[in-house]
């Protein structure tokens, strides 16, 4: 299957909001509630932000949050912080009864 | 708590096999899919396949069907990624991950194994 598209880079200032989007197809994102978002910092694992489209693991900032309208998929990320500034990759479940990740984007902070 | 450990860093020749390990503690290992993650340097994460341990179902990513074996040992808690003849093209650094159920989110990432394969 082909990767879940995202725009390569995104940005935005301290205190602002930004929205990263995933879009697939109905065998992926729009057939299922199952994605997911993760944060990665350089040369570490990633780390899950968001499941199930729009939950929130423990310990997550409620800053982040996820949605999904048809095939297209969205996290965003509110009152923007330095620490913030990673890579974000989306995740689908898949027909295929695997998973297929978007190919990231990167979130710079002003 | 819970722990993935990955065994560590490989420099290996093309050609030769290999055989990583994902170890797990502090959950019951049987009853969690494993899944394991390529990153090639500079890329993105791409799915490689998925292990149920509890009866070692495996379903496999399209592009890696046939290029990799999964495996697990519920005995002790481990799960494997190998190679039976590696190429340059499968230096990169692979992750493993927890996940509830088959279509379920990774909730936890081991540290990851960095691979080389050069001549």
């Known amino acids: 299957q082909s990767a879940l598209t995202q725009p390569a880079s995104v940005s935005g200032s301290p205190g602002q909001s930004i929205t990263i989007s995933c879009t697939g197809t109905?065998?992926?994102?729009?057939?299922?509630?199952?994605v997911s978002w993760y944060q990665q910092y350089p040369g570490k694992a990633p780390k899950l932000m968001i499941y199930?489209?729009?939950n929130r693991p423990s310990g997550v900032s409620n800053r982040f949050s996820g949605s999904k309208s048809g095939n297209t998929a969205s996290l965003t990320i509110s009152g923007l912080q330095a620490e913030d500034e990673a890579d974000y990759y989306c995740?689908?479940?898949?027909?295929?009864?695997?998973?297929?990740f978007g190919g990231g984007t990167k979130l710079t902070v002003l | 708590e819970v722990q993935l450990v990955q065994s560590g860093a490989e420099v290996k020749k093309p050609g030769e096999s290999l055989k990583i390990s994902c170890k797990g503690s502090?959950?019951?290992?049987?009853?969690?899919?494993i899944g394991w993650v390529r990153q090639m340097p500079g890329k993105g994460l791409e799915w490689m396949g998925i292990?149920?341990?509890?009866?070692?179902?495996?379903k496999y990513s399209p592009s890696f069907q046939g290029q990799v074996t999964i495996s697990a040992d519920k005995s002790i808690s481990t799960a494997y990624l190998q190679w039976s003849s590696l190429e340059a093209s499968d230096s990169a650094m692979y992750y493993c991950?927890?996940?509830?159920?088959?279509?379920?989110?990774?909730?936890?990432w081991g540290q990851g194994t960095l691979v080389t394969v050069s001549s």
């Open positions: 991950g927890r996940l509830r159920d088959i279509a379920a989110a990774v909730d936890y």
């Open positions: 502090g959950y019951s290992f049987s009853s969690y899919w």
């Open positions: 292990i149920y341990p509890g009866d070692s179902d495996t």
């Open positions: 109905s065998s992926d994102i729009g057939g299922y509630n199952y």
């Open positions: 199930d489209v729009s």
């Open positions: 995740n689908s479940y898949t027909s295929s009864s695997t998973g297929v």
